[in-house]
């Protein structure tokens, strides 16, 4: 058997040993506690935090959250107020709008107001998105003839209503796909930006750490669904690569980088090419080097 059909076989497996230890309950159900030694004012964050990943994908996610929470409680350069806001930030990256998510909300919403009239929620999606919040295994096919048909940024419409029982019953399956997110492409993804965002506020505190916060606040740019999550996405991706990390690297020299990052993200527009971003990050990255060479004349 070839490497790749052993990791294909593994990803099943492992779907499957998770999928049916929900269903007979042998999960670890174990509400994760707080951080030890964290401030006050980051409780109720941190606490509605944890409830909310619960609901969104359970326990062993929301220990996640407790674990990435950790490393920045009592770290130096970190108050109350940073703390709080990466808190904050983290949950509502973590618990990402995906299909499943908005499925999730409309049966909370309805059985929080069962008798209020059910209007029908139309949300515009893309093709892309919608296959990736399914297993990889399934999902990487499905993407490959998408890309081969042109159909890959397509925007769906797709319909979540509560308006009678057929439509009731079909937001239940797809909020119950929630045990499968885990082996999705969108999954894996979201993990690697939420880390990557983090490693760079590691890495604001130890470099430049009046930047750090700015940083954070970084998290804000990339929400919702469809294109505009996309864009905010690839705009967060240009200021980081274009900006922030060659800082840290020592490769370009920006002292104020939490104004540079400022600048930057008021030039962001909901443009697929960035064109007035590329423009704004050159224009900051050029000033950098004239600074540069005006120092090194004198």
Same mark, same amino acid.
């Given at each position: 058997?070839?490497?790749?059909?052993?990791?294909?076989?593994?990803?099943?497996?492992?779907?499957?040993?998770?999928?049916?230890?929900?269903?007979? &309950?042998?999960? +670890? +159900?174990?509400?994760?506690?707080?951080?030890?030694?964290?401030?006050?004012?980051?409780?109720?964050?941190?606490?509605?935090?944890?409830?909310?990943?619960?609901?969104?994908?359970?326990?062993?996610?929301?220990?996640?959250?407790? +674990?990435?929470?950790?490393?920045?409680?009592?770290?130096?350069?970190?108050?109350?107020?940073?703390?709080?806001?990466?808190?904050?930030?983290?949950?509502?990256?973590?618990?990402?709008?995906?299909?499943?998510?908005?499925?999730?909300?409309?049966?909370?919403?309805?059985?929080?107001?069962?008798?209020?009239?059910?209007?029908?929620?139309?949300?515009?999606?893309?093709?892309?998105?919608?296959?990736?919040?399914?297993?990889?295994?399934?999902?990487?096919?499905?993407?490959?003839?998408?890309?081969?048909?042109?159909?890959?940024?397509?925007? @769906?419409?797709?319909?979540?209503?509560?308006?009678?029982?057929?439509?009731?019953?079909?937001?239940?399956?797809?909020?119950?796909?929630?045990?499968?997110?885990?082996?999705?492409?969108?999954?894996?993804?979201?993990?690697?930006?939420?880390?990557?965002?983090?490693?760079?506020?590691?890495?604001?505190?130890?470099?430049?750490?009046?930047?750090?916060?700015?940083?954070?606040?970084?998290?804000?740019?990339?929400?919702?669904?469809?294109?505009?999550?996309?864009?905010?996405?690839? +705009?967060?991706?240009?200021?980081?690569? &274009?900006?922030?990390?060659?800082?840290?690297?020592? @490769?370009?020299?920006?002292?104020?980088?939490?104004?540079?990052?400022?600048?930057?993200?008021?030039?962001?527009?909901?443009?697929?090419?960035?064109?007035?971003?590329?423009?704004?990050?050159?224009?900051?990255?050029?000033?950098?080097?004239?600074?540069?060479?005006?120092?090194?004349?004198?």
């Amino acid at each position: 058997m070839s490497a790749v059909s052993m990791g294909t076989f593994s990803e099943v497996r492992e779907s499957l040993r998770y999928l049916f230890a929900d269903i007979i &309950g042998e999960q +670890d +159900d174990t509400v994760p506690h707080l951080p030890a030694g964290l401030p006050e004012s980051v409780v109720p964050v941190a606490s509605e935090a944890i409830h909310l990943l619960i609901e969104y994908q359970g326990t062993q996610y929301a220990k996640l959250y407790v +674990d990435r929470l950790k490393r920045f409680v009592g770290k130096s350069g970190v108050d109350e107020a940073m703390l709080r806001e990466i808190a904050r930030l983290m949950a509502m990256r973590m618990s990402y709008e995906d299909a499943i998510r908005i499925a999730q909300l409309k049966l909370l919403e309805l059985e929080a107001y069962p008798d209020t009239p059910r209007a029908d929620d139309v949300r515009k999606l893309r093709l892309d998105e919608m296959v990736e919040a399914l297993p990889t295994v399934v999902a990487e096919p499905l993407l490959d003839v998408l890309n081969w048909l042109g159909w890959v940024h397509k925007g @769906v419409k797709i319909h979540f209503s509560t308006a009678n029982r057929f439509s009731i019953r079909r937001l239940k399956i797809e909020a119950s796909l929630k045990r499968w997110r885990r082996y999705s492409i969108r999954y894996s993804k979201e993990r690697n930006w939420v880390e990557r965002w983090l490693h760079m506020v590691d890495r604001a505190l130890a470099r430049q750490p009046a930047a750090a916060r700015a940083i954070v606040d970084t998290a804000t740019m990339v929400q919702g669904y469809g294109d505009a999550y996309r864009h905010g996405l690839a +705009d967060w991706h240009a200021i980081i690569d &274009g900006l922030a990390k060659p800082t840290f690297d020592g @490769v370009l020299r920006l002292p104020d980088l939490a104004g540079a990052i400022a600048e930057a993200r008021a030039a962001a527009m909901p443009d697929p090419r960035q064109v007035a971003l590329k423009r704004k990050i050159a224009e900051i990255r050029a000033r950098c080097a004239t600074t540069g060479t005006d120092a090194a004349a004198e």
